[in-house]
């Protein structure tokens, strides 16, 4: 009997962490045309780098919140919070790393050299549809003890 509550509880937890906020490292990108870059010159490319990097650390740290308060929010109430506010961030930081994937293509076929960008997990191109893949299969678990 206490194995089953045990193993009811875990797949409850289980459930409810997979409805909190991702860990913005865990957000798959969305596939963006290089054809919006194709036109830029090196130079705009790298500043382009740098804005796109400087806002995906800031939504990167309003992300690790927005997931660091579903987690205390669902062992307080029960429940993940941040639907309620709208504090996942999770389309715009996927936005921004399919644009910075764009750029980084485009920079190749430019020969131009990008500074190195915050560490924002980026997958290579092949990587990507994978990647979606398995983070749509993932859920993250709590382990309980007796």
């Given at each position: 009997?206490?194995?089953?509550?045990?193993?009811?509880?875990?797949?409850?937890?289980?459930?409810?962490?997979?409805?909190?906020?991702?860990a913005?490292?865990?957000?798959?990108?969305?596939?963006?045309?290089?054809?919006?870059?194709?036109e830029?010159?090196?130079?705009?490319?790298?500043?382009?780098?740098?804005?796109?990097?400087?806002?995906?650390?800031?939504?990167?740290?309003?992300?690790?919140?927005?997931?660091?308060?579903?987690?205390?929010?669902?062992?307080?109430?029960?429940?993940?919070?941040?639907?309620?506010?709208?504090?996942?961030?999770?389309?715009?930081?996927?936005?921004l790393?399919?644009?910075?994937?764009?750029?980084?293509?485009?920079?190749?076929?430019?020969?131009?050299?990008?500074?190195s960008?915050?560490?924002?997990?980026?997958?290579?191109?092949?990587?990507?549809?994978?990647?979606s893949?398995e983070?749509?299969?993932?859920?993250?678990?709590?382990?309980?003890?007796?």
């Open positions: 009997m206490q194995s089953k509550f045990a193993l009811s509880l875990l797949m409850v937890s289980a459930l409810a962490l997979s409805a909190c906020a991702k913005p490292s865990k957000i798959a990108p969305i596939a963006v045309s290089e054809e919006s870059y194709a830029q010159t090196c130079e705009s490319l790298v500043m382009e780098t740098t804005r796109i990097d400087t806002e995906l650390a800031m939504l990167f740290k309003k992300q690790q919140k927005a997931r660091g308060m579903d987690v205390a929010a669902l062992i307080i109430v029960g429940i993940p919070v941040t639907w309620l506010y709208k504090g996942s961030k999770e389309p715009e930081i996927a936005q790393k399919g644009e910075m994937i764009a750029i980084e293509q485009t920079a190749l076929g430019h020969a131009c050299e990008l500074p960008h915050a560490d924002v997990h980026l997958p290579v191109e092949d990587e990507i549809e994978e990647t893949a983070q749509l299969g993932e859920a993250d678990t709590i382990s309980i003890t007796e």
